[in-house]
């Protein structure tokens, strides 16, 4: 049986009051601890492809999904067995993951995949043209078909879904959403990656692949990186609180997925594609 994990940390913290006065009181911090990803191919032993720093919970997935947005993992068919490293030390029981695949994989993406961490995630390719070796572009009339109202709505119904952002305020949200604006899977973590590795990694574990008539909330920036993770997801539609970057908006562009920034407050830009959203 998995043990339950803290996503949240008792501390003790010195307050200042909206009158400038000081007094002591409890708070909630998000848990931030170190996982190591090892792969095991057939007929070899597991090797360590990254560590990143993360939020304990829905590990399994987190790290399905990075080997997947990662070229790793080409479809739910390569996915043998997830599993908890078993050590000699207690505590780092459940801070090492080890995949075993189903076929052999590209050492040069093993070596592009060792490093990464919460807060910038790994940039899988360096280049849109390398991204669009990987995966080719969703189709103009393919993904989900939204009215501004119901997309509005999205960033809301997440937030609700969301029990440890509400003791902490310090973590990330990813979703899937569909054409009704219905939230049909929301995950959260320290970094925004991670969430949304972690969205990816249970379709592929649940053999939901590809995403393409969903939507895929983030409640950060959008980076290329996420643009990438979505793009090898068959991802049409990605909606954010913040801002897009300008390499974000021109691979979402090439790739034909609907980029939506600073969705918030009952407002927001659609930057790409903009054929989903309806009036």
Known sequence: MVQARKKATDWKVLAVSNEGRLGSKPDYLVTEEPMEIRVAPPGKTAETLSVTMRTPGHDFELAVGFLFTEGIIASPADLRTVKYCELDLPEQLYNIVTVEVARPFDEALARRAMVTSASCGI???????????????????????????????????????????????????????????????????????????KVIGQAVMNKTMPLTNFGLFCSGR????????????????????????????????????????????????IYTHPQRVLD
């Open 123 to 197: 940039c899988g390719t360096e280049s849109i043209d390398q991204l669009l070796t990987c995966t080719t572009p969703v189709g103009a009339e393919e993904g989900p078909k939204l009215t501004a109202e119901v997309l509005l709505g999205v960033a809301e119904a997440v937030r609700k879904s969301q029990p440890t952002f509400d003791r902490t305020g310090g973590l990330h949200a990813s979703a899937l959403f569909n054409e009704q604006g219905e939230i049909t899977i929301v995950r959260e973590d320290i970094g925004r990656h991670n969430a949304v590795d």
């Open 222 to 269: 959008l980076s290329f990186e996420i643009i990438q993770k979505a793009a090898m997801a068959r991802v049409a539609m990605i909606a954010a609180v913040g801002a897009p970057s300008s390499l974000a908006v021109e691979t979402a562009e090439k790739l034909g997925i609907t980029v939506v920034g600073f969705l918030r407050d009952g407002k927001a830009n």
